[in-house]
């Protein structure tokens, strides 16, 4: 039995792992994240990449280590977390109204090897009225979520359809991880 690694600080993979009934533990990077690459999935999958890599290095080299990054894309702009209340502000008139895309990369990296994939989740967010908006910043809910709000949380009541899996957009994409992870398990040779 492998053990894993989730290297993330974010308390809703974590949730999402349990879910899951998976066996873990959480080790977040710190690492310094560099986007090279233009395209949105490409760019969650480099991110996700540079943070199971920093963890992997610091163990033994028999772990599993994974690692995800989560963007939220609107218009063409790739939107990360808000730096502060008038970016989330300007973050959430964007989305009102609209479609968007949320892209999160994964990174497994078993026996040394590395496999990366993304998935996208498209949402379609209701009309927010700029007291709604500033009302919703205020909890603080936004701050610490790429393009400013949580859907499994208060930002529920602003979502008007999705298409694509819910738990890609809260940060994880675990049925697609579990389909990955056979794959990638069937070809180790002890299995986890
Ligand atoms: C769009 C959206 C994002 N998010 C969160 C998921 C991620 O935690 C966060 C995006 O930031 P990330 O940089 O992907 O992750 P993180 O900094 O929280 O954790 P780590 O880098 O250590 O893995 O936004 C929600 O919780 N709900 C949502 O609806």
């Known amino acids: ?44 999958m480099e991110l996700s990449g540079q943070k199971a890599w920093d963890i992997w290095k610091k163990t033994q080299g028999d772990e599993i280590v994974v690692g995800a ?8 702009k790739i939107l990360g977390k ?3 209340e008038d970016d989330a502000a300007e973050m959430l008139s964007m989305l009102s109204g609209s479609v968007h895309q949320v892209y999160t990369g994964v990174t497994v ?24 908006i500033r009302d919703y910043i205020r909890t603080g809910e936004p701050m610490d979520k ?3 709000y949580g859907i499994q949380g ?30 990638i398990l069937s070809q180790t040779k002890k299995g986890i």
């Open 1 to 44: 039995m492998k053990h894993m690694i989730l290297a993330s600080a974010s308390p809703r993979r974590k949730e999402i792992f349990e879910l899951a009934g998976l066996s873990f533990d959480v080790v977040p990077s710190h690492v310094q994240e560099v986007i090279t690459k233009e395209r949105p999935e490409e760019a969650v």
């Open 69 to 76: 990054d989560t963007v939220v894309v609107s218009e063409g």
């Open 82 to 84: 808000p730096k502060n």
């Open 109 to 132: 990296i078993c026996e040394g090897k590395e496999t990366s994939f993304y998935e996208e989740t498209k949402v379609r967010f209701y009309e927010m009225e700029d007291q709604e």
């Open 146 to 148: 790429a393009g400013a």
């Open 154 to 183: 208060k930002a529920a009541v602003f979502i008007r359809s999705i298409e694509g899996d819910y738990y890609n957009v809260v940060g994880f994409p675990i049925a697609r991880f579990m389909h990955e992870m056979k794959k």
